[in-house]
């Protein structure tokens, strides 16, 4: 087993005196070379700094990063900056592909940055495992949510990072393309052994992943191998009692749907369903018991049923 980066007594603080939040508290954390690794938690726990530290896009208080053998806290900005470039990864939950230029050059700009040459091969075999073949000549503003997420995939492998370090990157797709994205996170560790790691607060996202890490309050509190989605949100919702956060409330409204017998692409189309039938404003009927959950119309008022419970 190898380590693609490592975590050292972390800690990150924000502000000073009586304003100071400690975002990260003395944190050991290793990356397993060739997983792919989530991070959980609730608003505020500490997800993101993680990330970002681990990723070297920020210095830590106190304790090292390192990626590979490599100690992030003694590099210069420029050996630093390339490290960045040559050896991670970013997708963002909000793409950050540059609209001037095409799917394809967005693809490569890192490469062209770093000035060097495009592997062509590993370039198509990238862009026919995203489905993005036909979609190259276009600009982000042509292509739809899923496809930019998946440009913004192509673009973080395509120099092989050690690392690929994404942060919600599923948290503005719906599930069809959220599901497209993290079916290709998780090829592009069994067919290409890349790294992955991933912040989410979605269950069903983490459970694509190997490794599953719980952060609550700067601590690293529990981890899970090979979780499924409903395993994750029982671990959550032990984990994380309170209910007077949205993440809570988030990992509430997911257990009801486990509960339910939905998943949450069912629960989407069903709420689709509802709301077409009752667009034109007329008052929806109450839920009634005995749902025929094989009844289309019956879709209705699962969906109703669903939301009186969540209420
Ligand atoms: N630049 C900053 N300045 C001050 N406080 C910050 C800053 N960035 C983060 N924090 C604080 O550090 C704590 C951890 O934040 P972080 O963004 O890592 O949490 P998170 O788990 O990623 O949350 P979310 O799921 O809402 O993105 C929070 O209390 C947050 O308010």
């Excluded at 000073?16 to 990356?31: R, Y």
């Excluded at 630093?80 to 001037?100: C, H, K, M, S, W």
């Excluded at 495992?129 to 995939?153: I, Y």
């Amino acid at each position: 087993m190898s380590i693609a980066a490592r975590a050292q007594g972390l800690t990150k603080t924000y502000g000073s005196g009586s304003t100071v939040v400690t975002a990260l508290d003395n944190v050991d954390f290793e990356v397993v070379s060739g997983e792919f690794t989530a991070i959980m938690g609730p608003s505020g726990s500490g997800k993101s700094t993680l990330m970002h530290l681990l990723a070297a896009l920020d210095t830590p208080t106190s304790g090292e990063i390192f990626i590979g053998d490599t100690a992030v806290g003694r590099m210069a900005d420029t050996p630093l900056t390339e490290l960045r470039r040559d050896r991670i990864g970013f997708i963002f939950q909000a793409f950050n592909l540059v609209p001037t230029l095409s799917a394809r050059e967005n693809i490569v700009l890192p490469i062209s940055i770093a000035g060097k040459k495009v592997d062509e091969q590993w370039f198509d075999r990238i862009v026919d495992v995203l489905g993005l073949r036909d979609r190259l000549n276009h600009k982000p503003a042509e292509l739809s949510g899923g496809q930019q997420q998946r440009v913004a995939c192509a673009r973080a492998l395509m120099n092989r990072p050690d690392i690929v370090f994404g942060d919600e990157p599923t948290g503005n797709l719906d599930s069809t393309a959220a599901g497209e994205v993290l079916g290709f996170l998780r090829r592009s560790v069994d067919d290409f052994q890349q790294t992955v790691v991933m912040v989410t607060h979605d269950a069903h996202a983490a459970s694509y992943a190997d490794r599953v890490v719980f952060l609550s309050d700067g601590h690293i509190v529990h981890e899970l191998r090979g979780a499924t989605q409903e395993e994750l949100l029982n671990a959550m919702s032990v984990l994380y009692p309170r209910t007077d956060d949205a993440a809570t409330e988030h990992v509430t409204h997911s257990h009801h749907l486990v509960e339910l017998g939905e998943t949450p692409e069912e629960s989407e189309a069903i709420d689709a369903h509802a709301d077409a039938l009752y667009r034109d404003g007329s008052p929806p009927p109450p839920p009634r018991d005995g749902i025929d959950e094989t009844d289309v119309e019956s879709t209705a008022e699962r969906s109703l049923a669903r939301r009186a419970l969540l209420d």
